[in-house]
């Protein structure tokens, strides 16, 4: 499936006037899409009061679906449809983004809130709360990188030394050049990923016998 069709099928279910309520009701979606616009000064103020009510209560409803929902539901809920999946997990990064913009000057920062979380989490799979992990989330931002360094490691294969900040910044750069051919570039990359999935495989094979020899 390319790109475009998998966008198509992703937007049509979000945006569809048909789907059922969620936080928001279709209404409420209309509104906020602008598919409808006949409302006045008053209307636009209540509706758009009662969109901050049910979006305060759906976030006080997450400590009940977290203590209260049963394993099943949530395992449903979370295991879409395969023609929905690229729905569900935008919205899952938007959910994310809305929520780390909104808590932006909140008197508890995101990160402690995300961290104790996945704590939280953790523990409950764990069924203890001797269970402790470490959650590292840091925004960094990407900075200006030297064009001709990055492109001496891809040159000479000293890929392990590409930084990710390095590595966001050339595929973007990369992504905007004039040169750049997403068609051109996604039929040469698959025919190159069958010869690397093949290394891939052999290295891991080598490995393993390698493991064995020693433990003869």
């Given at each position: 499936m390319n790109d475009t069709h998998e966008e198509s099928d992703r937007d049509s279910l979000t945006y569809s006037a048909d789907r059922g309520r969620g936080i928001l009701t279709p209404s409420d979606r209309?509104?906020?899409?602008?598919?409808?616009?006949?409302?006045?000064?008053?209307?636009?103020?209540?509706?758009?009061?009662?969109?901050?009510?049910?979006?305060?209560?759906?976030?006080?409803?997450?400590?009940?679906?977290?203590?209260?929902?049963?394993?099943?539901?949530?395992?449903?809920?979370?295991?879409?449809?395969?023609?929905?999946?690229?729905?569900?997990?935008?919205?899952?990064?938007?959910?994310?983004?809305?929520?780390?913009?909104?808590?932006?000057?909140?008197?508890?920062?995101?990160?402690?809130?995300?961290?104790?979380?996945?704590n939280k989490a953790e523990q409950e799979l764990a069924g203890s709360d001797y269970r402790m992990v470490t959650v590292d989330f840091n925004v960094d931002p990407v900075g200006q990188i030297d064009v001709d360094e990055v492109i001496d490691k891809l040159e000479f294969g000293d890929f392990e030394e590409v930084t990710d900040e390095e590595l966001r910044a050339f595929v973007r750069l990369l992504s905007e050049s004039d040169d750049f051919s997403a068609t051109s570039l996604r039929t040469e990359m698959k025919e190159q990923m069958t010869e690397f999935i093949e290394q891939v495989n052999a290295a891991a094979e080598q490995r393993d016998q390698r493991i064995e020899e020693l433990n003869d």
């Amino acid at each position: 499936m390319n790109d475009t069709h998998e966008e198509s099928d992703r937007d049509s279910l979000t945006y569809s006037a048909d789907r059922g309520r969620g936080i928001l009701t279709p209404s409420d979606r209309e509104f906020l899409l602008e598919r409808k616009t006949d409302y006045t000064e008053h209307s636009k103020k209540q509706k758009r009061n009662r969109i901050r009510r049910r979006i305060r209560n759906a976030i006080l409803d997450f400590s009940i679906l977290f203590e209260h929902l049963e394993d099943r539901d949530r395992e449903t809920v979370f295991n879409p449809d395969d023609d929905a999946r690229d729905a569900y997990t935008q919205g899952i990064t938007d959910m994310l983004a809305f929520l780390h913009l909104g808590t932006m000057g909140y008197y508890t920062p995101f990160k402690d809130m995300l961290a104790e979380g996945v704590n939280k989490a953790e523990q409950e799979l764990a069924g203890s709360d001797y269970r402790m992990v470490t959650v590292d989330f840091n925004v960094d931002p990407v900075g200006q990188i030297d064009v001709d360094e990055v492109i001496d490691k891809l040159e000479f294969g000293d890929f392990e030394e590409v930084t990710d900040e390095e590595l966001r910044a050339f595929v973007r750069l990369l992504s905007e050049s004039d040169d750049f051919s997403a068609t051109s570039l996604r039929t040469e990359m698959k025919e190159q990923m069958t010869e690397f999935i093949e290394q891939v495989n052999a290295a891991a094979e080598q490995r393993d016998q390698r493991i064995e020899e020693l433990n003869d």
